[in-house]
């Protein structure tokens, strides 16, 4: 059976992907097709950068999920590697679109380009579906506030902690998971025990204090999360950490996976000048969290 392909990279499967890839579905229904989402696990520019550290709103297994929550028939992976990237347009669109996923239909965003040095634009896609005899559609950027919603503009609020314009964007609240790993004891010490979490170093990690939802297998808490470098203390040696306080609550959960979900910034990260006045301030952040938690429900 043929396809009607929407083609992106999708990091963060935002508000504007939602748009694209629910074209493609409600397309390839009108049409009697199969709907499939084609992606790039990992963004072209950082292929060509090599920057993989902090770079993704979403892993390609998180992509898959909120992908297939949008009820396209398929989810396909393509790799972007040195053979793609120097292949020109007219190739990519010959070998890939057409031969390898079967195309009887393509649906990109407008500023979605392929072949080398992004050579095929959207009046050469356009061109190209119509002399091949496929459907096309363009679909606009979505916007917010008068401005458009794009994955830069999200990785950009969340290395600045801006986490709820973020998700505002997203369409969904960000979360990182990973599983709980030995830290230094620290917290525990002060008398605020954490969750030390092992995040992909991959995912963007935005950095301050926030209220946020922890989830442990089927259960979820409320929780003040930390992302920083522990100025304070200086243990870690520059190394970023995201570490959780579990509001009323005291299991046993090194080894497991979590999932934390960023809500509120509720401060950035400082340099306190003793001990004593860091516990102070987290004693606030807990009381702030809990204003939050309580006004949400």
Not at 20 to 39: D, N, P
């Amino acid at each position: 059976m043929l396809n009607f392909l929407a083609i992106g990279t999708y990091d963060g499967v935002h508000r504007g992907h939602q748009k694209l890839i629910k074209t493609a579905v409600r397309e390839a229904l009108r049409r009697g097709l199969r709907s499939q989402v084609v992606y790039f696990p990992f963004p072209p520019k950082f292929f060509f950068s090599g920057e993989l550290e902090n770079c993704l709103i979403t892993l390609p297994e998180e992509r898959d999920a909120l992908m297939a929550a949008l009820r396209p028939d398929e989810i396909s992976p393509l790799v972007f590697n040195r053979t793609v990237a120097d292949m020109p347009a007219a190739d990519f669109f010959s070998r890939v679109v057409l031969e390898r996923f079967r195309a009887a239909g393509l649906c990109v965003g407008p500023d979605f380009a392929v072949g080398r040095g992004r050579e095929g634009h959207l009046a050469f896609l356009r061109a190209a579906s119509r002399e091949s005899g496929i459907a096309f559609k363009a679909v606009p950027f979505a916007t917010r506030g008068g401005h458009r919603i794009s994955s830069s503009l999200i990785r950009a609020h969340l290395r600045e902690g801006r986490v709820e314009e973020a998700n505002k964007c997203l369409g969904w609240d960000y979360s990182v998971s990973g599983p709980v790993i030995k830290g230094a004891g620290l917290g525990r010490k002060l008398g605020f025990p954490t969750a030390n979490i092992g995040a992909h170093p991959a995912k963007i990690l935005p950095p301050g204090i926030f209220a946020a939802r922890v989830k442990v297998g089927h259960d979820s808490f409320d929780a003040v999360l930390s992302v920083g470098r522990r100025p304070t203390v200086n243990t870690l040696g520059g190394r970023l950490i995201l570490e959780a306080h579990l509001l009323d609550f005291s299991r046993m959960i090194y080894g497991k996976e979590l999932t934390v979900t960023f809500l509120r910034h509720l401060r950035p990260e400082r340099k306190f000048s003793s001990k004593e006045a860091l516990v102070g301030h987290i004693r606030s952040d807990i009381a702030a969290a809990r204003r939050y938690f309580g006004v949400r429900s």
